[in-house]
């Protein structure tokens, strides 16, 4: 298998996540009680822009969500790229950049930080948004870009390489072939 | 097919020696009976390699299905899969529990073989033929012949000529193949210099000439008898001087070599006991640097001519039926030479040495210094762990703790005899066919007996096991530790057959260090 291969690989399982996180996000502010309890009593008399505000709003955290998980694609891709060109001899060398693993999985979170400075409060979505449906929608998207990180790079590295994910030989690898 | 190996003398058992590291290797046939003759029984060369052997037949019976979790599948399917070729052939002891055979005893004399109970006549033949004295007549033959061969050949004759002798009753027990038509390849290899192998070779290749064309053996014309005699190729420091006289001196070697070969000359024209006859010897002496004459204290290293001559006599026992026909005088003889100054793979008078020889070799290396630690470390919590956990399926370490156990024994006799050979082979190794020296304890200090030992473990065995074995033109095998690894944790062809639990381990990692 190819880096290439590896890198759709982690492109599909981070879609699947963009598309799981997007679910729920949308669910989660799908209706009117999505809104700031303010908003609702301003614009009671007025269903269609209180539509047009949830749904803005709702918009902008899934933008928050695809943006974060595509910077998380991207470090994960490069990961993998880098990990590919490795032939290591052992475990230890094989586990030799968990360390790189670890300063990428902190840039995706550092990034996912500010993407929704940028994107949710740039864009005063607090000020639309329940606390409960903004902080329920940060920690999906926390936990996606832990989990889709983990997922991506454990699952689509090459066998000898997976010693430098931690925790992989609790998720099955994709490829059993020859370097 | 039965196949039988004899080693006479030192020299012969050491030659069986190298012969038990090529079998390792998978170089063999499928089955071998094992025999040594010496006078000296407690000689240290003897008591080397009937070790071997009985720890080669321990691993396999470790591993043969005794602990039915754990085992290796030498056989095969038979349907186009084959057998783990390492120590895939089954050795027998050729005396029943014992390889060894002393003919005399430990204390006997000629006078008491043969000397006792003259006429006057007779006596005198014998004063005639044997000088009086510890000389000869007297000379306690339980440290061997001691460089005299016509007193040596004397005694084994005597012992011979019963018919209740181990060698003959084994030995004519198996040439007559069960029963049925059943080839037999024997192969003698001893020394033409020294006491014992000078003596018994010739000696022991006779009778067993005359067993196979006697009239009343019933598997005539399936026997096929091959030998290797080695010429002189190391020399001993001078002895002391109340041993002079009683031990054979390296100034002795070549004239005693003369007189045994022009008697081998006169034996060929006379005496076909020898269907295929090969003749290993060496530009330079290998100097040994001290003298023991006999006895424990007599343990030579390992020296290429042995693993040479030991290629030859799988040369010949790796022989089918052509082995049966007739072949003119002139070809009888076989002699190769190398063509270069320095010993590589090519040398060997054997097809696929560098193939196997360099895998055995290199599988010692990750064993010893790469799945050693893998096989000892516990298994997680949760997870598969290590490939040597998933390989081993559900059965523990310590179920498989006898098989491994004696894994490592052989394993280590094998990467010290390819560390001694390296060692003392000096000049003519220079980037030889394998290179353990990044392995060498550096705190032993050196000596003629005990030249190398190798260390428990090392940081860098990985690195350094890619540069174990090289190609003849001095470049590196290509595949390397990182190939290894990966297919061990990727390549499921590896463990194909029928082993089980660490038997799935041993396979893996022997066929994962194949040259390519």
Redesign the interface.
């Known amino acids: 298998m190819t880096g290439l291969m590896r890198v759709f690989w982690s492109l599909l399982i981070h879609m699947g996540f963009i598309l799981t996180a997007t679910v729920l996000v949308y669910f989660l502010g799908g209706s009117e009680n999505a809104l700031l309890e303010a908003v609702r009593t301003q614009y009671a008399d007025d269903p269609a822009t209180l539509e047009e505000i949830r749904s803005a709003a709702v918009w902008k955290i899934i933008d928050w969500i695809v943006l974060s998980l595509a910077v998380s694609w991207i470090l994960s891709s490069i990961w993998l790229l880098l990990a590919e060109s490795q032939?290591?001899?052992?475990?230890q060398?094989?586990g030799s950049r968990r360390g790189l693993w670890v300063i990428f999985l902190v840039i995706s979170l550092a990034a996912m930080t500010f993407i929704g400075w940028v994107v949710i409060w740039g864009n005063h979505v607090q000020g639309d948004l329940a606390s409960a449906v903004l902080t329920a929608s940060m920690l999906i998207l926390g936990v996606s870009v832990l989990l889709v990180y983990w997922v991506a790079t454990a699952v689509s590295v090459k066998?000898?390489m997976r010693p430098s994910v931690p925790?992989s030989?609790?998720l099955p690898g994709i490829?059993?072939?020859?370097? | 097919m039965i196949n039988i190996l004899i080693g006479v003398g030192g020299t012969g058992a050491k030659v069986v020696e190298a012969t038990m590291v090529l079998l390792a290797a998978g170089l063999g046939p499928k089955n071998l009976h094992v025999g040594l003759v010496d006078q000296d029984n407690a000689n240290g060369n003897v008591a080397r390699t009937r070790a071997f052997i009985s720890d080669y037949r321990e691993f396999r019976r470790s591993w043969a299905g005794s602990a039915p979790d754990n085992m290796i599948d030498w056989k095969g399917s038979g349907r186009g899969e084959e057998g783990l070729p390492f120590c895939r052939t089954e050795v027998t002891e050729l005396f029943g529990d014992t390889s060894t055979w002393c003919p005399g005893g430990d204390q006997t004399t000629l006078r008491n073989t043969i000397g006792l109970n003259l006429t006057d006549k007779q006596k005198d033949l014998f004063d005639l033929l044997f000088m009086p004295g510890e000389e000869e007549q007297d000379l306690t033959l339980g440290e061997g012949y001691r460089g005299r061969a016509h007193v040596g050949a004397a005694a084994l004759i005597s012992k011979l000529t019963d018919p209740a002798n181990p060698l003959t009753a084994n030995v004519t027990e198996l040439m007559a193949g069960g029963g049925s038509r059943t080839q037999v390849n024997i192969f003698v290899v001893g020394s033409a210099f020294g006491g014992t192998g000078a003596a018994g070779f010739p000696t022991i290749a006779r009778e067993l000439n005359r067993i196979r064309t006697s009239r009343n053996f019933t598997n005539k014309g399936n026997v096929a008898i091959g030998g290797a005699l080695m010429l002189p190729y190391f020399g001993f420091a001078p002895p002391d001087a109340n041993e002079k006289d009683l031990v054979v001196t390296t100034d002795e070697l070549l004239p005693k070599t003369q007189l045994a070969l022009e008697h081998y000359g006169n034996l060929f024209e006379s005496e076909q006991a020898f269907d295929r006859f090969y003749l290993v010897g060496w530009d330079r002496f290998f100097q040994l640097g001290y003298h023991q004459a006999g006895n424990a204290e007599q343990v030579n290293p390992a020296l290429l001519p042995e693993l040479f001559a030991a290629a030859g006599a799988l040369n010949f026992l790796s022989g089918g039926a052509e082995l049966l026909q007739p072949v003119p005088a002139e070809e009888r003889v076989r002699i190769c030479a190398r063509e270069t100054k320095h010993v590589r793979w090519s040398d060997f008078p054997l097809p696929n040495v560098q193939a196997r020889l360099g895998q055995l070799l290199r599988f010692a290396t990750y064993w010893r210094f790469?799945v050693g630690d893998?096989v000892a470390q516990r298994r997680?919590w949760?997870?598969?762990?290590?490939w040597t956990h998933r390989l081993s399926g559900k059965t523990t370490r310590e179920d498989a703790l006898p098989g491994l156990t004696a894994l490592e024994t052989l394993l280590d006799r094998i990467l010290r005899f390819g560390a001694v050979i390296e060692e003392t082979a000096l000049d003519d190794w220079d980037a030889g066919p394998w290179r353990l020296g990044a392995f060498h304890d550096p705190s032993h200090k050196r000596q003629p007996t005990d030249p190398v030992r190798l260390v428990r473990s090392h940081p860098e065995g990985?690195?350094l096991?890619?540069e174990t074995v090289r190609n003849d033109d001095g470049s590196e095998i290509r595949r390397?530790?990182?190939?290894?690894?990966?297919?061990l944790?990727?390549?499921?062809k590896l463990e194909a057959g029928g082993h089980r639990g660490y038997g799935r381990v041993v396979a893996a990692a022997f066929n994962a260090t194949r040259l390519s």
């Not at chain 1, 032939?87 to 475990?91: A, D, H, N, Q």
């Not at chain 2, 949760?382 to 290590?386: H, R």
């Not at chain 2, 390397?480 to 297919?487: E, K, L, Q, R, Y």
């Open positions: 032939r290591p001899r052992s475990y060398e094989g066998t000898v925790l030989n609790l490829s059993k072939e020859k370097a | 790469v893998l997680p949760i997870g598969k762990g290590n990985p690195a096991f890619s390397d530790a990182a190939a290894v690894f990966n297919d944790e990727t390549d499921e």
